[in-house]
């Protein structure tokens, strides 16, 4: 199966920004798939709304395809739900449910033969990819990483630098996150807000065109 894995070190990093990119480029090819883990019963929900997924969750998991809650405005799968992917799922686990839901997901809700592009670290670890794209705010602290950050970021084919911000002054943040990426800089690459196809660094676009025409 193509899998292409979007990965971040923490909320706010740009994930769904790179996700809409690829889809501007590649539009129609891909099933779209946010994958969330639940580690508590009071863990923090982000989209703040009793019938988000998260609040969906009975037992080990839930597979979410109701187009009401993922098409909500104003949240991450509102914009990619409307961003031309073939399907948008959201699938929301506890740790020791992710077999299960992947068994049901890769054999009930994806189509053989569909590409999937997929959003979440702990799926990495269950679902390999073939292509892993790394994404990072550099004017968030490093602090705010989660603790397998690292790895992913060596693990990553590619690590696009996300300079946007909200406008305060972070350089601080900036600096430090920027010597931690010196380590791989030769796969690090400026991203954007505009189609992959249309950035100045094009190898990640080239590196999806070409698993796209791999045959399964």
Same mark, same amino acid.
């Given at each position: ?55 969906? $969750?009975?037992? *080990? %998991?839930? !597979? ?6 993922? =098409?909500?405005?104003? #949240? @991450? ?76 970021? $060596?693990?990553? *084919? %590619?690590? !696009? ?6 406008? =305060?002054?972070?350089? #601080? @943040? ?43």
């Amino acid at each position: 199966m193509r899998a292409i894995s979007v990965a971040s070190p923490c909320n706010g990093s740009g994930k769904t920004s790179l996700i809409l990119a690829i889809l501007k480029a590649f539009p129609n090819t891909f099933a779209v798939t946010k994958f969330t883990t639940i580690y508590g019963d009071e863990q923090f929900c982000p989209a703040k709304d009793q019938d988000c997924a998260c609040h969906r $969750l009975r037992g *080990d %998991y839930t !597979i979410c395809t109701d187009e009401t809650v993922l =098409s909500q405005p104003d #949240t @991450d799968t509102g914009r990619i739900w409307r961003g031309g992917g073939l399907k948008t799922f959201w699938c929301v686990s506890r740790p020791e449910g992710y077999p299960g839901m992947l068994e049901e997901f890769l054999h009930q809700h994806l189509k053989p033969g569909v590409p999937l592009l997929m959003e979440g670290t702990t799926i990495a670890r269950h679902l390999r990819p073939q292509l892993r794209l790394f994404i990072v705010n550099p004017f968030l602290p490093e602090s705010w990483w989660k603790g397998d950050s690292e790895e992913f970021l $060596l693990a990553a *084919d %590619y690590v !696009i630098v996300n300079r946007h911000s909200d406008g =305060s002054d972070k350089a #601080t @943040d900036a600096r430090s996150t920027l010597r931690t990426l010196d380590a791989v800089r030769e796969k690090c690459l400026e991203g954007s807000l505009d189609s992959l196809d249309r950035w100045k660094d094009v190898r990640p676009y080239r590196a999806i065109a070409d698993l796209l025409c791999e045959n399964e």
